[in-house]
């Protein structure tokens, strides 16, 4: 792939054959540390959640693991207990092929909630992208192709650090997004050699300054899971890295954006920035909420500057805020100030309504806090792809 990667990672994928269509993606990607890795993670909070996420999230307070293994197609959520056994089993395969302990591997799954794949399949397909993963494939572009669903294309950010040593990450995610975590699959992999502590520390900011601010419909996922893994080749490990926790909220972000724009059934990117709140808590809720908003989503779509569906939405945050301290611009239009209309050229406002990156800025009052969120427009098409999701 063009993107660096970072060294002391492996990844291979295999089809498992249930992808419909003449779709050829693969539906299993295996990512290998070899020499193992620091991990921190962070899951989705559904209280539903998914046998893989299940399973991680027991084996995350180790921090380290060697191995990641992800289905496509396939939730392996709501399906019991015997969607946990699968998971065991898939883990298990995974690990006898690449020769580390089954506690080593962690499992990702995205697809459809309350079936379960076919098993022959499936360990199959483990066990032949381990084994390539295991003879030193480094195709993480068809990783990135084989962890997506409803996607149109994969998500790919990289971000080189000094010294040669990389940051990069892959991601999947079109609907069901919406915090915790936005619901989608992340997967990061740097060579930077930081200590755990500040992985941990730096991927929980990246997060909620990224994904924590994406929402493309409401629905929080069942399967939400971000993990950052660090191999340590690229340097001595245990040292702060100064550029370490930027770069990474760097590639989260991009992440993030592309997510957004890859709705399902998207034409336009909506980005939303909130100004002068009383916490960055405060901006990223305020924010989140005029993304989510499917008013606002609406008028986004059909190009109207309804400034008032904004307002609305604003409205019902849980911050106090005053309306004579409310701006809210298009691009460089000011559609309202004081809380009440502004003048502006209703022509030029549908034009930029009609670009595919939409972007509104707010300011609610004089505090400190700033943030942005990322959503898309809703369109008819969003409905069509949901309405037939399993056929």
């Known amino acids: 792939m063009s993107s660096p990667v970072p060294l002391g990672f492996f990844a291979a994928t295999a089809r498992a054959g249930w992808r419909k269509g003449g779709d050829r993606r693969p539906e299993v990607a ?102 390539r993963a295991r003879a030193g494939e480094r195709d993480f572009d068809s990783a990135s192709r084989a962890i997506t669903t409803t996607d149109t294309r994969p998500k790919v950010a990289a971000k080189e650090l000094p010294g040669g040593r990389v940051i990069l990450g892959l991601a999947k995610g079109a609907g069901m997004i919406h915090p915790s975590l936005a619901t989608m699959l992340c997967f990061l992999f740097t060579d930077a050699g930081v200590s755990l502590p500040e992985m941990e520390k730096a991927l929980g900011t990246a997060v909620e300054r990224s994904f924590h601010g994406l929402s493309v419909d409401g629905d929080m996922s069942t399967n939400d899971t971000v993990l950052l893994l660090d191999s340590g080749k690229g340097s001595p490990g245990g040292k702060v890295d100064p550029f370490f926790s930027s770069a990474l909220e760097e590639v ?4 993030a954006r592309q997510l957004a724009r890859d709705g399902e059934g998207a034409t336009k990117l909506l980005e939303v920035e ?78 930029l309504l009609r670009g595919e990156e939409v972007f509104f800025r707010l300011r609610v009052g004089w505090g400190p806090g700033r943030a942005r969120a990322f959503g898309c427009d809703l369109t008819p098409e969003y409905v069509k792809i949901n309405g037939s999701y399993r056929s």
């Open 252 to 255: 989260c972000v991009f992440l």
């Open 274 to 351: 909130v100004e002068g709140a009383p916490s960055e808590e405060a901006a990223r809720e305020m924010a989140r909420r005029i993304v989510s908003s499917p008013l606002v989503k609406a008028a986004v779509w059909g190009a109207d500057p309804n400034w008032g569906r904004i307002l609305a939405a604003l409205g019902t945050t849980s911050w106090p805020l005053r309306e004579e301290e409310l701006e809210i611009h298009l691009g460089d239009l000011c559609l309202a100030r004081g809380g009440k209309g502004a003048p502006f050229d209703e022509e030029k406002a549908r034009e």
């Open 30 to 131: 295996v990512f290998f540390a070899p020499g193992g890795a620091r991990v921190a993670g962070r899951l989705t909070r559904h209280r539903f959640s998914a046998s893989p996420v299940q399973a991680t999230r027991e084996r995350l307070g180790r921090g380290r693991a060697r191995a990641v293994v992800v289905v496509s197609g396939y939730a392996l959520a709501g399906v019991g207990e015997e969607g946990r056994r699968l998971t065991g089993e898939m883990c298990r395969v995974c690990a006898g092929e690449l020769g580390v302990g089954e506690e080593e591997v962690l499992p990702a799954a995205t697809g459809v909630i309350g079936l379960l794949p076919p098993e022959e399949p499936l360990l199959r397909a483990v066990a032949e992208a381990a084994r």
